[in-house]
């Protein structure tokens, strides 16, 4: 794997998984020998969000995009909400960094799911900012209706006010790994993506 990162405190699961026994948190690393799959290269960040933002829209929602460092090498944080598999109630909350090459990518992500009573940050911020301020047009989409509705509870300025929330534990994971990730020097070496393939 071109990606190396501090994995202290989880428990392997196989050749490129991790686990969180006191949460259920998953973490992987991937590498992608192809074409990244991205709707725009991470120069044109608006294009780039607009497109993460209607793609993410067909299965749940996308929380936020930013453009990061990893390892001094440009790559996207994004941080996506999922409804849980299989009809179970509550949220999957997602962040994943991809480091995308000219013909190929390497990421690393946490799926934080939502255990217990759910929903309970929604509520609780619905009463403090009032129902008619809990659904805002998306960010980077407006007037985009997906899977699931864009939420002001998801911002992250109630992150220390959930401290165990899963969104604010994707979070808290993004901010202690990244600086930790390390790429390998031929991966890192690579051509930049450019943007996605021409048909």
């Known amino acids: 794997m071109p990606i190396s990162f501090d994995t202290s405190g989880l428990q392997q ?4 998984s991790w686990g969180d026994p006191s949460t259920g948190d998953i973490v992987t ?3 992608f020998d192809l074409v990244p799959d991205l709707p725009a290269p991470l120069e044109e960040v608006d294009l780039l969000r607009r497109g993460l933002a209607e793609r993410s829209a ?3 929602c996308l929380i936020e995009a930013f453009i990061i460092w990893v390892d001094a090498v440009p790559a996207l944080l994004r941080v996506e ?3 849980m598999p299989n ?3 509550g949220l999957v909350f997602a962040a994943s960094i991809v480091v995308p090459k000219d013909r190929c990518s390497a990421a690393f992500q946490i799926l934080c799911p939502e255990t217990g009573t759910t929903g309970v940050r929604e509520a609780v911020l619905m009463t403090q900012l009032g129902y008619e301020n809990m659904f805002p047009p998306h960010p ?3 007037g985009l209706s997906g899977r699931l509705p864009y939420n002001a509870a998801d911002d992250m300025r109630w992150d220390d006010q959930f401290p165990d929330h899963p969104l604010t534990r994707a979070r808290r994971w993004v901010a202690r790994t990244v600086p930790t990730a390390r790429l390998a020097l031929g991966f890192a070496a690579l051509p930049p993506f450019t943007g996605p393939l021409r048909t």
């Open 29 to 31: 690393m991937n590498y």
């Open 81 to 83: 909400k999922l409804p």
């Open 58 to 60: 067909e299965s749940g």
């Open 87 to 89: 009809q179970q109630h």
């Open 13 to 16: 699961v196989d050749s490129n």
């Open 140 to 142: 980077y989409a407006p």
